[in-house]
């Protein structure tokens, strides 16, 4: 059983390695001072894996919230948590990328906070899944489900997931989002 359960770690990471290394914008996070006022309601952070700890190893992703603060289930101790962003930027040392919906507006921009903000009494928990789990979630699925729970249209914003919902998979949903570049002569803010 250990065995087995070591081999599924191991092919899962070599996945997921593979699907990181599609972004070739990976900033520092003491970036985050210099471009908070340039992210937006509604952006998402992906964190690149962390191989020291197995509960980072899959990375980690979080929304801009109000006032630049980032919101997100960070492990089952914390659950929900919102927090400035210049105190993320002076924790663990981690490499990010930053990705902003395409079809933003300002109507779906307040009904992404208020999902975002409903989620406040949700419980942190690992096998949790997408439209099956009600009152549990993880940092990845809690992003999945509030862009999918506030987008009305038949067309989903991420690929379809029945399983666990993970990081990289943001990375496959290219059609609705930009990867943003905050350094050199091609600077997308918008």
């Not at 990705?99 to 949790?128: A, G, V």
């Not at 789990?133 to 993880?138: A, E, I």
Request: charged share 25%; net charge positive; aromatic share 16%.
């Amino acid at each position: 059983m250990k065995k087995l359960f070591l081999s599924v770690i191991l092919i899962t990471n070599i996945t997921l390695a593979a699907s990181f290394s599609n972004i070739k914008n990976w900033y520092p996070i003491t970036i985050f001072p210099e471009i908070k006022t340039q992210l937006k309601v509604g952006d998402i952070i992906l964190f690149k894996p962390l191989k020291d700890n197995i509960l980072q190893s899959f990375g980690h992703a979080a929304l801009i919230g109000e006032d630049h603060k980032i919101v997100d289930f960070p492990s089952f101790k914390t659950g929900f948590r919102e927090m400035p962003f210049d105190i993320l930027a002076t924790g663990q040392f981690r490499e990010l990328a930053v990705l902003r919906y395409k079809h933003m507006t300002n109507e779906f921009k307040e009904k992404l906070l208020n999902e975002m903000y409903s989620r406040i009494y949700k419980k942190y928990f690992i096998l949790s899944f997408p439209k099956i789990s009600k009152n549990t979630t993880y940092c990845s699925l809690f992003v999945y489900n509030v862009y999918e729970d506030v987008d009305k249209t038949k067309q989903e914003i991420f690929p379809p997931n029945s399983g666990f919902i993970l990081p990289a998979d943001f990375i496959d949903a290219g059609q609705n989002f930009n990867v943003l570049n905050f350094i050199g002569e091609n600077k997308k803010w918008n």
